[in-house]
């Protein structure tokens, strides 16, 4: 379903941010203070399409729940400034988001998710049999013309490297998503560049 996540500010109801990720709101919720979610969809609702949520400035209307241009006199300075600090939080989160998607995806070197998950339930029945080796692992080690034992040892060492760093990656996307919420505008670049480097970092470690 095409759908688009908005926040909207408690007092006008205006719309301060769009986003397509629930992640980014969420977060916004969380950095921008007296703010409301609001979900949605041209599929069921078409006629939304005439509206550009990102640079117009529109609000809903309370009573009859519908998106109108915004009243020029609700359009505040103090209304703007807290426009533009969700749009500026908005793009701090986005790039957290992006970064520690494409770290993910980086690791998994283009192997489905499921795919770790198939091997760490076939390593565990291998644990879990006192050490008698399942079909699926004695297949593979067949195709690729290796002892079960040998790739074992290989899968084992595969599947936890990549659990390290991917609850590692996990730590830091909290990490920066508490610090996000709570920074200045003005410190927002800075910690863009950090995020880079450390995800960085603890793909390659």
């Known amino acids: 379903m095409n759908n688009t996540l908005l926040l909207l500010d408690l007092h006008t109801g205006g719309v301060l941010y769009s986003t397509r990720l629930r992640e ?29 949520f990102e640079d117009d ?17 609700l359009i505040t300075e ?11 939080k908005g793009l701090a989160l986005r790039d957290l988001q992006i970064i520690c998607e494409a770290a993910r995806d980086t690791l998994t070197l283009g192997v489905p998710a499921e795919v770790y998950a198939d091997l760490e339930t076939e390593l565990s029945k291998y644990k879990n049999s006192g050490g008698d080796f399942s079909p699926a692992i004695v297949e593979y080690a067949s195709i690729l013309e290796l002892s079960p034992e040998v790739c074992v040892q290989e899968l084992r060492m595969k599947v936890e490297s990549a659990r390290l760093i991917r609850i590692r990656n996990f730590a830091i996307y909290q990490k920066y998503l508490e610090i996000i919420c709570r920074s200045k505008p003005d410190d ?18």
């Open 24 to 52: 980014i709101l969420t977060g916004l919720l969380a950095a921008v203070l007296d703010t409301l979610p609001f979900s949605i969809s041209l599929d069921l609702s078409p006629e939304l399409g005439q509206f550009n």
């Open 57 to 73: 400035f529109l609000q809903l209307s309370p009573i009859d729940r519908i998106f109108r241009p915004m009243d020029p006199a």
């Open 78 to 88: 103090e209304f703007l400034q807290r426009r533009q600090l969700a749009q500026e």
């Open 188 to 205: 927002l670049k800075d910690i863009r560049l950090k995020i880079q480097t450390e995800v960085f970092k603890n793909s390659h470690v």
